[in-house]
């Protein structure tokens, strides 16, 4: 099992999180409080790169339909990006495609984002 | 991947029920656990104990069905208890973090003792769809959101301020299971797999 990572870059106004790992009850805390304090400091384009992620939590997800609305209150977006099929087929099953954008590539997750 | 096999792994007698966790328990394998441990609690078994020896994590889901086993044994007519052992120091913190601590009775790996013998390895029996990378396609959409729904309402009733922590997946699934209408068809365009086309600036 890896060890789970963040890691964060901006693309213009964008925040581009990289996750690394398996995102579970365990780790989400640290995802939370790095989305916290990007909401905090008023970014709300967000998107999550979660081509490395080997797992997501049931909870994981759900508390990331509320960082989504959150986000979307402010204008912004929280979208996932290049996801593996074993874990969209979960975000699927549990009807999260209907709330959680999912995009494969980059380019077209960024101007999905009505004003970066 | 290592080569252990995933799974849930039970046995038991008249008045003990023994589950051996092998991997994570989620969400899809936390069903056929519920199911054998609802048939299970029906014909008079009150003493759960669960082995997460070999367990790599849970998620809530999963700990909400333990958590609604628990439950099911406080109430009238049972007097026996979920007694949880092997628990790792990562286990204990997602037990702890949840209040489940207090409503199992927790062996933790290094600091308890159990007096407790599991049957032998070769008397367990794998549970049915129980490793989770093989049963996502076999579940069915609206059962699952029922199923996930009823493990955080376990959680919530477990200890009340699990309530805020899982507010926004209840909320959702509390709509998803009302809502009527047909699965979504097939995607084809694979370059925005759910996103509305219009949201381009």
């Keep these: 099992m890896r060890e789970f990572r963040i890691e964060q870059e901006s693309r213009g106004n964008i925040q581009l999180i990289h996750l690394q790992g398996s995102l579970d009850m365990y780790s989400f805390p640290r995802l939370e409080s790095q989305l916290q304090t990007l909401f905090q400091q008023g970014?709300?384009?967000?998107?999550?790169?979660?081509?490395?992620?080997?797992?997501?939590?049931?909870?994981?997800?759900?508390?990331?339909?509320?960082?989504a609305k959150q986000?979307?209150?402010?204008?912004?977006?929280?979208?996932?990006?290049?996801?593996?099929?074993?874990?969209?087929?979960?975000?699927?099953?549990?009807?999260?495609?209907?709330?959680?954008?999912?995009?494969?590539?980059?380019?077209?997750?960024r101007a999905s984002f009505q004003k970066p | 991947?290592?080569?252990?096999?995933?799974?849930?792994?039970?046995?038991n007698t008249s008045t003990e029920v023994h589950?051996?966790?092998?991997?994570?328990?989620?969400?899809?394998?936390?069903?056929?656990?519920?199911?054998?441990?609802?048939?299970?609690?029906?014909?008079?078994?009150?003493?759960?104990?669960v082995d997460l020896n070999q367990c790599q994590g849970m998620d809530s889901t999963f700990l909400g069905v333990l958590a609604g086993i628990?439950?099911?044994?406080?109430?009238?007519?049972?007097?026996?208890k979920i007694h949880i052992v092997n628990v790792s120091p990562r286990n204990i913190e997602l037990l702890q973090t949840l209040g489940l601590d207090r409503l199992f009775d927790v062996?933790?790996?290094?600091?308890?003792?159990?007096?407790?013998?599991?049957?032998?390895?070769?008397?367990?029996?794998?549970l049915p769809d129980s490793?989770?990378?093989d049963t996502s396609k076999s579940l069915n959409k609206r059962d699952t959101a029922n199923f996930m729904l009823e493990a955080h309402n376990n959680l919530v009733k477990a200890d009340?301020?699990?309530?805020?922590k899982f507010q926004d997946l209840t909320k959702f699934l509390r709509e998803k299971v009302g809502d009527q209408q047909p699965p979504n068809p097939p995607h084809h365009d694979h370059s925005c797999l759910n996103a509305p086309k219009e949201t381009h600036p």
């Excluded at chain 1, 087929?89 to 995009?103: D, S």
């Excluded at chain 2, 991947?1 to 046995?11: A, Q, Y």
């Design chain 1, 43 to 67: 970014r709300y384009y967000v998107m999550l790169d979660c081509s490395q992620l080997d797992y997501i939590g049931s909870a994981g997800l759900g508390a990331l339909i509320g960082f």
């Design chain 1, 71 to 109: 986000a979307r209150d402010h204008d912004g977006d929280l979208k996932l990006l290049r996801v593996p099929e074993r874990i969209y087929k979960i975000i699927e099953l549990l009807g999260f495609t209907k709330v959680l954008q999912v995009y494969t590539t980059e380019e077209i997750a």
């Design chain 2, 1 to 11: 991947m290592d080569g252990t096999i995933k799974g849930i792994s039970v046995n």
């Design chain 2, 19 to 49: 589950v051996r966790i092998a991997g994570r328990g989620t969400f899809q394998n936390g069903q056929p656990l519920r199911r054998y441990a609802m048939e299970l609690l029906g014909r008079g078994c009150n003493e759960f104990f």
């Design chain 2, 70 to 80: 628990g439950l099911r044994l406080m109430q009238p007519g049972h007097s026996g």
């Design chain 2, 107 to 126: 062996n933790v790996v290094g600091r308890d003792h159990t007096h407790h013998s599991f049957p032998s390895e070769i008397d367990f029996q794998m």
């Design chain 2, 131 to 133: 490793d989770p990378v």
């Design chain 2, 160 to 164: 009340p301020r699990n309530a805020p």
